[in-house]
């Protein structure tokens, strides 16, 4: 594998099914471009006489919409910009805080990353689409899932006031687990 001299710029990205990490090369003076979604080559453009544009691609398991725009600053300066489904990279991630929940624990020695999309209630852990079983109880709803022999549950109760909304809380063997920020 030749060592990566155009290296220009590199993102870390959290997704339901993990967080993924994609590094652009542009060769000013060959014109390559080159993709690399967490180490595998996605792209590979040789001699593009066309400096500036976009290259799109898609992100792990889920498939996500990613591009980059290659922008001319000043000279021979470029500005290299993330996309994620149509949205730049702080807009899409100030989005996510909104519509999932992250939790990180330990269970027997192993690290898990634990995602709710609170819009269709998906539970994602370590990349993988979580079975799970829901039900209402009396003061909201509960989603039961299993992780390494662990009973975890998500439990999804009204704040009772309208900004804040519905506030979800992971326990995993009758313990809280505390959110994590990404």
């Known amino acids: ?17 993990g967080v993924h990490k994609i590094e652009f090369e542009h060769g000013t003076t060959s014109g390559k471009r080159v993709v690399y979604v967490d180490g595998k080559e996605e792209i590979r453009r040789e001699w593009m006489f066309k400096l500036v544009g976009k290259e799109t691609f898609t992100v792990g ?9 290659i922008d001319a600053v000043s000279g021979f300066a470029y500005e290299y910009t993330l996309e994620i489904n149509g949205r730049s990279l ?12 992250t939790w990180i624990l330990n269970l027997g020695g192993t ?3 634990i995602v709710l999309e609170k819009d269709t209630m998906d539970v994602w852990c370590n990349g993988q689409k979580m079975e799970t079983a829901g039900e209402f109880v009396e ?44």
Do not use: Q
């Open 111 to 113: 690290d898990y990353r």
């Open 139 to 182: 003061d909201g709803t509960e989603t039961h899932f299993t992780v390494a022999d662990h009973g975890c549950c998500i439990k999804a109760v009204s704040s009772g006031k309208r900004k804040e909304g519905i506030i979800h809380t992971l326990i995993v063997d009758n313990r809280e687990i505390p959110e994590a920020v990404e």
């Open 90 to 101: 702080k807009k899409y991630l100030e989005n996510r805080l909104k519509t999932t929940n």
């Open 1 to 17: 594998l030749e060592k990566m001299t155009d290296l220009v710029a590199v993102w870390e990205v959290a997704l339901s099914d």
């Open 61 to 69: 398991a889920t498939k996500t919409k990613a591009a980059i725009n």
